[in-house]
């Protein structure tokens, strides 16, 4: 089964989207997902320029050998727009290796480990009663783990509050660059430990609860958090700190037993080695889309299998259909899953452009067994939404100084 051609496609049915489509001499095709927000037409140059002129002729069914040849056989290793590439070549050519075969790709990777996906919710408000009325909602709606982030009283544009506005490109409006948004970190932590003590006085301990740092502490900060939240029982707190120096997570790790999650920024198995060997975390949280595809993220899930550490991926809006699809193939195979985010299957423009097959219900999503990942991509219906640059916000102290985001 020869490459004949790769076609990539962008288009913003509500968010940007890079999808990948790689054609074969037998008349079957693949689709993978190479969406990097924020940084797309970087990867698109990439995948054009780069990679499509490498791969035409080859055999589609040498998976690994490809990957090898993507990774190894540039100079220049890793990072986003490499790894973002990588995986979406990788994605579709386990796409085509599925309807080949006729089968999904979890049963290509080993089978069933699970029946359905564990999935967790956003709960998101402007105040705690705000946050708390919209977990109501989501515990109604079948979650058995939710997301909390509330907008911090004296802070506008908290992380996770889009300060009333439906996306980034609202932000941005006509001018789009990156918006900034003031952080006190203070006021944060003094703050969150109140958000959750009322979460678990008004709906008890059944519902698992999870809160998003967003990279944004140090580590001595991180441990009294982790600490202040101990009570309330939370299933992970997730990138506490940043992580280029993996060992501050030896530090947080000391000093608390909440469960720690990190991984959504890394880009590959290098980058969460140290991480989970020295056990300085409970949960993984590497996409398919920005860590090198399912080749890579399989041995990163073994990997962290050997350590007693769980995958919980990382499932933005900022994924398209295709990367969450993955995921789910991903996830009904590993025997070390632990939960997936999972913020909805978005609006009627991308159910217009993206085909595929996953239901949610009762807390869990569920994977209708269809050869390949079991998606579709209508590049015609595509057309009608075009590109829109966009960037992610920028974070700055209440004093000018640029902090994480």
């Known amino acids: 089964m020869k490459i004949t051609d790769i076609k990539i496609f962008v288009s913003c049915p509500s968010r940007n989207f890079v ?36 791969l035409i002729g080859r055999d589609a069914h040498q998976i690994e050998d490809i990957w090898q040849y993507l990774y190894k056989g540039a100079y220049w290793r890793r990072g986003p727009i490499t790894m973002t590439s990588i995986a979406g070549i990788d994605m579709a050519l386990w796409d085509l290796k599925g309807k080949a075969a006729g089968m999904p790709v979890y049963q290509l990777l080993g089978g069933r480990s699970r029946d359905k996906i564990k999935v967790y919710g956003h709960a998101n408000g402007q105040s705690i009663d705000d946050t708390l009325n919209h977990l109501g909602k989501h515990i109604e ?43 006190d970190t203070n006021k944060y932590l003094n703050f969150i ?36 939240l101990e009570p309330y029982n939370l299933l992970f707190l997730e990138d506490p700190i940043p ?48 860590a090198g595809g399912i080749t890579a993220m399989r041995r990163i899930t073994d990997f962290a299998s050997l350590h007693s550490v769980r995958i919980a991926p990382h499932g933005p809006p900022d994924i398209s259909p295709i990367g969450h699809a993955a995921h789910a193939q991903l996830n009904t195979w590993a025997p070390n899953f632990g ?38 991509y209508d590049d015609l219906e595509a057309k009608k939404y075009p590109y829109k640059r966009s960037y992610l916000p920028v974070s700055r102290l209440e004093d000018g100084t640029l902090w994480d985001w």
């Open 193 to 228: 430990p109140n958000l959750f003590k009322a979460a678990r006085d008004q709906f008890g301990s059944e519902i698992q609860l999870l809160h998003d740092v967003h990279s944004r502490l140090t580590p001595i900060e991180a441990a009294r958090l982790g600490k202040e």
């Open 141 to 183: 709606e079948g979650y058995k783990a939710v997301r909390l982030q509330c907008a911090i009283p004296g802070l506008a544009g908290t992380y996770g509050i889009l300060a009333g506005k439906k996306d980034y490109y609202e932000l941005q409006s006509n001018r789009p660059l990156p918006p900034e948004q003031p952080w």
């Open 339 to 376: 939960i997936q985010e999972f913020v909805g299957f978005g609006g009627k423009a991308i159910n217009e452009v993206f085909e595929y097959s996953l239901a949610y219900a009762d807390g869990h999503l569920t994977l209708e067994d269809k050869p390949g990942l079991g998606v579709d």
């Open 19 to 54: 999808t990948v489509r790689i054609e074969t001499d037998e008349g079957l095709y693949g689709l993978g997902d190479a969406t990097l927000n924020g940084r797309e037409m970087a990867v698109v140059a990439y995948l054009t320029e780069h990679i499509k002129p490498c």
């Open 243 to 290: 992580a280029e120096n993996q060992s501050n997570y030896k530090h947080v790790r000391h000093h608390t037993t909440t469960p720690l999650a990190v991984g959504e920024v890394f880009n590959s198995i290098w980058d969460a080695k140290e991480l989970i060997e020295s056990h300085s975390i409970d949960y993984i949280r590497s996409a398919v889309t920005h």
